[in-house]
């Protein structure tokens, strides 16, 4: 059974600093992996989708990469805003089957 | 398109009692899924459907449990009867594939006393 983990749970920066969370999975025989955001009382949008062929993507001042034979992503974040704070979440799938998330990493960009 | 859209947003009841979650999916998402979300063991999937059938029911916790897709543009949720370990947020989201392109909608927030 596929397990997903998010390290660290919680997350504290400063405004304008670059920051980098952990996601690791116990099933490296992944088709895609994909990071969300959620705000408070809202549901998931997604961020960035990584195919299994990919090593990594890239939107705005967020990157996100795989290595899937260690079963690790990251996704790191450039000059962290306040506006940057949320939860995100990592997830991913076996084929066309649905996703499997951790719990997530709670970051606060404090100005 | 208004996205996927849950009601109610918010439901408090009392032990014992039945309680429907439900959800309009997008228009042409064949793919339909609930997960609960909780702090202990976060976003967890409940049951999803493929042209409204349900293929995959074995993240429903209890029999109490049970979820409906009787047309492609409707689903619920029901447990009957609720108890307090059933307080979540229940989240239902719908895609074109399975495996991603998922469009989630805001959440019901159950608790129940």
């Known amino acids: 059974k596929q397990e997903v983990t998010q390290i660290p749970a919680a997350l504290s920066v400063p405004e304008g600093e670059n920051l980098v969370l952990n996601c690791s999975f116990t099933?490296?025989?992944?088709?895609?992996l994909q990071w969300f955001r959620q705000d408070p009382g809202k549901g998931l949008t997604s961020l960035l989708l990584?195919?299994?062929?990919?090593r990594e993507q890239t939107s705005g001042r967020l990157n996100a990469s795989l290595d899937k034979s260690s079963g690790r992503s990251t996704l790191y974040i450039a000059a962290s805003q306040p506006g940057d704070s949320a939860t995100y979440l990592c997830?991913?799938?076996?084929?066309?089957?649905?996703?499997?998330f951790g719990k997530g990493t709670r970051l606060s960009v404090i100005a | 398109d208004a996205g996927v859209i849950q009601s109610p947003r918010h439901e408090v009841t009392e032990m014992g009692q039945e309680v429907t979650l439900r959800c309009k999916p997008i228009s042409g998402h064949d793919y339909l899924f609930w997960y609960r979300q909780t702090m202990m063991r976060g976003l967890e999937l409940l049951i999803y459907?493929?042209?409204?059938?349900?293929?995959?029911d074995s993240g429903m916790p209890e029999d109490r449990f049970s979820a409906k897709m009787p047309n492609a543009s409707f689903s619920t949720l029901k447990i009957q009867p609720s108890e307090p370990r059933d307080s979540a947020v229940y989240f239902c989201?719908?895609?074109?594939?399975?495996?991603?392109?998922?469009?989630f909608g805001s959440g019901t927030r159950l608790t129940v006393v």
């Open positions: 989201a719908s895609s074109l594939e399975g495996g991603y392109g998922y469009t």
């Open positions: 997830a991913v799938n076996s084929g066309n089957t649905p996703l499997v």
């Open positions: 990584i195919q299994s062929s990919q």
């Open positions: 459907f493929n042209n409204n059938v349900p293929i995959d």
């Open positions: 099933d490296s025989a992944i088709y895609n």
